[in-house]
């Protein structure tokens, strides 16, 4: 591996990449501290139950968007079994922590996710971008019968109850304020073990691979071992991130992991902007809280959804955070 | 034997309608290189229109398709204009997930106009059967096969004896050069995506009255309409024709001898088999990979 970093050359990430050096970019652990910082005042604020069900609902879909953008945003990969590996998450975490308890399921549904997902990358190494995608498309439609009809591992048309709040040496996290507590931990978690990845050669690899497949691999970067380890890091965390929404929501059923979850999904990380993983938690926020606040729109819901997923592709390609930049270059042209 | 034979019809003439889907689908590939994927909301949008045209225009069953399938060449080529037009020189990424937020947009719009439940839309050949070797075989089976088979020879044609034809398979071999040759890349994108919107409202009119109409419709059949293009090579109008037979038949045959309550899963399986174990599908692609 060349020890220059390989400049991205897509217009989109060139053009980001201009505006930020991406040594200063990476510099994120102060930004790490900052949004916790700010996330840990929510409670002093919006103290109530519900308000807090909402910020813990966040966190849990954040931590799974930032998974994402590992899959999609840093390597490329255009995966719709992210809300699958969510699901598989949830409900091995339902099923381990029904008999062994909450740390033992936690570990479980990890490792479940990060096994189906690396199994899953192998057997359709040989696929090209969209086949990929109709194979993920498959996957996530498979995972959501399985959840269904495989009643021994789930229940009757896979609706669980999930009882097991975290504990830490005897202190239960059972209401919504310790809940939210324990979430932020493990957000601070996912946010730094991103950061690390960020610092490390595989960002620079991986974005490399993500732009120039072939280039990337002349120069020695190992580009199928660079996709299966983002790929199964991703969906690990979303893994993850479903435990724990299992868990915070004590009831799950397949509606929760549909195609609507994938879509959404895509909706946070475009939404937020592509280029870091700020993105993903902000479109997280954003995507949770937007109906919430069209709440009298209730049925509009998804039509919204769909139509701001449009509108942000074509008016604002590279999302929220994308905004700084494209200030920065109007009042630099001004 | 009669089980057999219904089990091989059904799967027939369910194979038939993935086809159509597929086909459109591989129509805007071959134009645009981009995979449409509100191709089966489109079925669905389809099935609704006609679905309208009978209850509230209250129209003959026969002209209301025709009225359906009119439309839907239309909303195919304002689909183009909207997620495709504005979107070109950027990543396909992109534009795929333009066509697929379009896709939920149509869903979840017919879910708001009519309601989420699942509605009837009558055969024009009524509810009668004709037996063959014990088995009960719908006319709308026998419908769906006939008029597959008269699109398929008639896109064959299109495709093979056309200028536009020409155009389109000189698109999918080489953009750049097709281009510099004259061929009006705009046109071509708004022409095939209103013929893959014609062919989402048949494929919707036409499965309507087996399954009844509802949100999912399209959905699912597009998902095996994907399995059958990847079975069949993308490229290859007979190829993709042949993979959704097999794929109509495989999940009948699958369901009704193995374990029914896995219906849906069969397809997705043998797809994924495919794309791992022979990802240029079993006839070989005609069409060079493109990223």
């Known amino acids: ?334 | 034997m009669s089980r057999f034979v219904a089990l091989l019809s059904a799967g027939i003439s369910t194979g038939s309608i993935y086809a159509l889907v597929a086909l459109g689908f591989v129509t805007i590939y071959k134009a645009t290189g981009v995979i449409n994927f509100a191709q089966g909301d489109l079925a669905t949008l389809g099935s609704y229109l006609a679905f309208w045209a009978v209850s509230s225009l209250e129209l003959a069953t026969g002209v209301a398709y025709a009225l359906a399938i009119g439309l839907m060449f239309l909303v195919g080529v304002g689909l183009e204009r909207i997620t495709t037009a504005p979107l070109r020189g950027r990543s396909v990424h992109v534009v795929v997930i333009a066509t697929l937020g379009a896709g939920m947009a149509i869903r979840a719009g017919l879910g708001i106009w009519q309601s989420s439940r699942p509605k009837r839309l009558p055969s024009p050949l009524g509810i009668r059967t004709v037996g063959l070797f014990g088995a009960r075989i719908p006319y709308q089976s026998i419908l769906i096969v006939a008029v597959t088979a008269m699109v398929v020879v008639a896109l064959i044609l299109l495709f093979e004896r056309t200028q536009f034809g020409r155009q389109l398979r000189a698109l999918a071999t080489d953009t750049e050069a097709a281009r510099l040759q004259g061929v009006m890349v705009g046109r071509m994108s708004m022409l095939s995506f209103g013929i893959a919107g014609a062919l989402a409202g048949l494929a919707g009119v036409l499965f309507a009255p087996v399954v009844s109409v509802n949100l999912n419709l399209g959905f699912v059949a597009m998902l095996n309409g994907f399995a059958a293009a990847i079975l069949g090579g993308f490229g290859r109008i007979g190829g993709v024709v042949v993979g959704a037979l097999m794929i109509g038949v495989f999940e009948q045959m699958a369901a009704g001898y193995i374990a029914p309550q896995l219906r849906e899963v069969y397809p997705f399986a043998l797809m994924i088999l495919v794309i791992a174990v022979r990802p240029q599908g079993l006839f070989g692609s005609e069409i060079r990979a493109r990223h």
């Open chain 1, 1 to 334: 591996m060349p020890a220059t970093e390989i400049v991205p050359t897509t217009p989109e990430s060139a053009r980001s990449g201009s505006a930020v050096p991406p040594a200063h970019r990476r510099h994120q652990l102060r930004t790490v501290v900052l949004v916790v910082a700010a996330l840990g005042l929510i409670p002093l604020r919006y103290g109530g139950d519900y308000d807090l069900s909402i910020a813990n609902l966040t966190i849990s879909y954040a931590i799974a968007a930032i998974g994402f953008y590992l899959v999609f945003g840093l390597s490329g990969q255009f995966a719709f079994s992210h809300a699958a590996f969510f699901g598989i998450g949830a409900y091995t975490f339902a099923w381990a922590a029904h008999s062994r308890g909450f740390w033992i399921g936690l570990v479980a549904a990890v490792i479940a996710t990060a096994l189906v997902a690396l199994a899953f990358a192998w057997l359709v190494r040989r696929a090209s971008h969209f086949y990929f995608a109709i194979a993920t498309l498959g996957l996530s439609e498979i995972a959501l019968i399985i959840f269904r009809e495989w009643t021994s591992f789930t229940a009757i048309g896979g609706e669980v109850a999930v009882p097991n709040d975290p504990t830490v040496d005897g202190f239960r996290f059972d209401s919504e304020f310790r809940m939210f507590w324990f979430l932020l931990g493990a957000l601070v978690v996912t946010m730094v073990i991103v950061v690390l990845i960020e610092r490390s050669p595989l960002r620079r690899e991986s974005i490399a691979m993500r732009d120039h497949p072939e280039v990337a691999a002349s120069l020695g970067v190992p580009i199928q071992r660079v996709r299966f380890v983002m790929f199964t890091l991703g969906s690990a965390i979303a893994g993850f991130a479903g435990a724990l929404f299992a868990s915070d929501q004590g009831f799950i059923s397949p509606t929760s992991f549909g195609v609507g979850l994938g879509i959404n999904i895509f909706l946070m990380v475009i939404l937020g902007g592509l280029t870091n993983m700020w993105g993903a938690v902000i479109g997280a926020t954003f995507v949770v809280l937007l109906p919430e606040r069209l709440r009298s729109f209730a049925e509009y819901r998804e039509l919204i959804f769909a139509l701001l997923l449009v509108a942000t592709i074509l008016a604002l390609p590279e999302g929220i955070t994308g905004l700084r930049q494209a200030w920065r270059r109007i009042t630099r042209r001004a």
